[in-house]
């Protein structure tokens, strides 16, 4: 894990020292939320904020298992962003997107709601296999099978995130995700339709260029291309969670049409043009001398769960020079956290990666 980026105990100090900062810079849902950038709107803001919860909750689990003595403080921390994640204030932009329909309140409904949930419903599993108690069961069996309701209902097991709009293929897989953390935990259930949606991705949703996973997809299942490389990068790092086969053929795929190695190593964002700066798909962050922001940060998870020390070395690299790493009182983060929080929540889940 630490091969050529120091001893296990630097590596280990530094990892904490992240954790440390997104825990103190977490505080409410209104101060997060207000720490997301103005400029994307409120949508954004919200799912940003949803996202830096999740995503430091993933990370702060990954460390109570590379590090023991630290679950209890991982607990309590990830409770304390999961009751952020289920504040009306965090989910105020799902329910404007879906006509004000709450997420929560409708969970006997049919309508999607599924970035939402599955964030949430992984939160949730998170805490559990930490150690968590038992205070939020009900609700993670609610969510879980209504998630699995409504994909099974849904035109090729897909849902929108949002009203008409495609099939974000990342979505998706964070409920698939979620439901085969579930299901490993709770006797095998909703297990068949992980692997149903599993066989549909392999042989159905291939985009026919790249042989990558589609980043987007009709309502009844037909690929739209072209391929992203900052949801290629994240679908490689979920599918390393449920099916390190399948996972490995994509990473390969990855890296052969994404790979960028000079002047730095990272993940374009395009394969079929060159791009010194653009900020046209939000959650590809800054597209910067061809470099996805959030595709790099995420191949940084695929490369540590597939046992690509080279690759995560590389693009760690990458990742400072491009952040600038920040360190006083026992807290680090990249200078680039000021303005983008969720990137560094990000690059902390993705870095400190296990296979469960």
């Not at 919200?46 to 679950?71: D, H, Q, V």
């Not at 890296?255 to 990272?266: I, M």
Request: aromatic share 10%; hydrophobic share 40%; charged share 25%.
């Amino acid at each position: 894990m630490t091969f050529r980026h120091g001893k296990l105990d630097k590596e280990k100090k530094e990892i904490i020292h992240r954790a440390n900062y997104l825990v103190a810079k977490i505080k409410d849902p209104e101060q997060l939320y207000d720490d997301m950038p103005k400029i994307i709107g409120p949508q954004y803001r919200g799912e940003w904020a949803l996202y830096t919860c999740n995503m430091t909750a993933i990370a702060l689990s990954n460390i109570a298992r590379l590090f023991p003595e630290k679950r209890e403080w991982a607990i309590a921390h990830i409770k304390r962003v999961i009751d952020i994640a289920m504040s009306p204030k965090i989910r105020e932009y799902d329910r404007k997107r879906w006509y004000g329909e709450d997420a929560l309140d409708s969970l006997n409904g049919n309508t999607s709601h599924i970035t939402y949930l599955s964030v949430l419903a992984l939160m949730i599993g998170r805490f559990k296999q930490t150690g968590g108690g038992s205070q939020y069961d009900s609700l993670y069996h609610s969510i879980c099978e209504t998630m699995n309701r409504r994909i099974l209902q849904s035109p090729a097991l897909n849902l929108p995130s949002y009203p008409g709009e495609p099939i974000y293929v990342p979505d998706m897989l964070v409920a698939i995700v979620a439901l085969t953390e579930y299901a490993k935990w709770n006797g095998g259930k909703y297990q068949s339709t992980v692997d149903k949606w599993l066989q549909m991705a392999k042989t159905e949703w291939i985009d026919e260029e790249t042989g990558l996973l589609a980043s987007k997809l009709t309502e009844d299942g037909w690929p739209i291309p072209p391929v992203s490389g900052a949801f290629s990068a994240l679908s490689c790092s979920y599918l390393a969670m449920v099916d390190q086969e399948f996972a490995k053929g994509q990473y390969e795929l990855l890296k052969k049409h994404f790979k960028k190695d000079f002047p730095f190593t990272g993940i374009k964002e395009y394969t079929d043009r060159k791009c010194r700066f653009d900020f046209e798909n939000v959650n590809a962050g800054p597209v910067i001398l061809d470099l996805s922001a959030s595709g790099t940060a995420f191949a940084i998870g695929c490369a540590t769960m597939l046992g690509d020390m080279k690759f995560r070395n590389q693009l760690l690299r990458t990742a400072e020079i491009a952040g600038s790493t920040v360190t006083w009182n026992g807290k680090s983060h990249y200078l680039l956290a000021n303005w983008v929080l969720v990137g560094e929540a990000v690059a902390l889940a993705m870095r400190t990666a296990t296979l469960r």
